[in-house]
C-alpha cells in the first residue's frame, strides 16, 4: 500500500530506505506531506513533545501486507 504522512503538529524525522540507500526527512508542516511507495521501509523517530503524525494508506489495512522484520525487507530487495 501507499501511505501519506503528515506532522499534523510537532516534528518527527522519517528514514527511508530502498533496500540500497537510506535516506532522513524531518516532517513538521501539517501542509507538508509525505507520500511513500509501496517496498520502502520507513521508520518514524525523534518525535518532538506533542508531536501528531497523521497516517493515511491507500487502503483497508491488512496485516499480511506488511513486512515488520527488517532482515526479511532486506532479503525480499534481493529476490
Do not use: H, M
Request: aromatic content about 10%; glycine content about 8%; proline content about 3%.
Amino acid at each position: 500500500q501507499l501511505e501519506f504522512l503528515v506532522a499534523l503538529s510537532g516534528s518527527f524525522e522519517v528514514i527511508l530506505d530502498d533496500g540500497q540507500s537510506k535516506t532522513t526527512l524531518i516532517l513538521n508542516k501539517p501542509n507538508i506531506g509525505l507520500l511513500i511507495p509501496k517496498g520502502i521501509w520507513r521508520e518514524l523517530e525523534n518525535f518532538s513533545s506533542g508531536a501528531v503524525c497523521l497516517v493515511i494508506a491507500s487502503g483497508e489495512f491488512d496485516e499480511s501486507d506488511y513486512i515488520r522484520d527488517y532482515e526479511q525487507f532486506k532479503l525480499s530487495k534481493t529476490t
